[in-house]
T-cell receptor
């Protein structure tokens, strides 16, 4: 069966520090991968998605970037964190093609102080 | 512009009764709709989906209804159980192609009272 791992579970970082969140998927090949963010009291906002190694699409302009160095690895990064980057970050995967559900990891709670 | 809306931030239901969660959307290009359940500090868990060629899909205690003319979908949980207490998100997509980018509503907190 497929599993998705996301770490760390919680992170407290000062403003201006770098960020690296990692996500890996097991049990499937060539998945679509996604990064979402949930801000306090709001829905889930799509940040990035990837259909293959090295292929990244950004949905919203922001202080973050994403990379996919391996088929089942997805990384969310920032060179300098802002207070507004605080939130709950979720990685997800889906099978290729449309009309298939996304399966989420357990998320990372990021607090920028 | 919020393309997927859940206008009820919370809902309280007695155990054993029916829970009805509602969702409205504005984009007529959406053709795939999903419901997710989320506990605090965890990722959302996929519950049930429906494609626009259907108006109902059932899976155990969960049934999703789609009214395309009204751009409205609902999730029925019968009978409701205390373990169903969570935040429920509806989501939609219509981009097709190689990806399945979901647009989410803001969620409804369901509390099932024993």
């Amino acid at each position: 069966s497929q599993t998705i791992h996301q770490w760390p579970a919680t992170l407290v970082q000062p403003v201006g520090s770098p960020l690296s969140l990692e996500c890996t998927v097991e049990g499937t090949s060539n998945p679509n991968l996604y990064w979402y963010r949930q801000a306090a009291g709001r829905g889930l906002q799509l940040l990035f998605y990837s259909v293959g190694i090295g292929q990244i699409s950004s949905e919203v302009p922001q202080n973050l970037s994403a990379s996919r160095p391996q088929d089942r690895q997805f990384i969310l990064s920032s060179k300098k964190l802002l207070l507004s980057d605080s939130g709950f970050y979720l990685c997800a995967w889906s099978a290729t093609g449309g009309n298939s559900p996304l399966h989420f990891g357990n998320g990372t709670r990021l607090t920028v102080t | 512009d919020q393309q997927v809306k859940q206008n009820s931030p919370s809902l309280s239901v007695q155990e054993g009764r029916i829970s009805i969660l509602n969702c409205d959307y504005t984009n007529s290009m959406f053709d795939y709709f999903l419901w997710y359940k989320k506990y605090p500090a965890e990722g959302p868990t996929f519950l049930i989906s429906i494609s626009s060629i259907k108006d109902k899909n059932e899976d155990g205690r969960f049934t999703v209804f789609l009214n395309k003319s009204a751009k409205h979908l609902s999730l029925h949980i019968v009978p409701s159980q205390p373990g169903d207490s969570a935040v429920y998100f509806c989501a939609a997509s219509g981009y097709g192609g190689a990806t399945n980018k979901l647009i989410f509503g803001t969620g409804t907190l369901l509390a099932v009272q024993p």
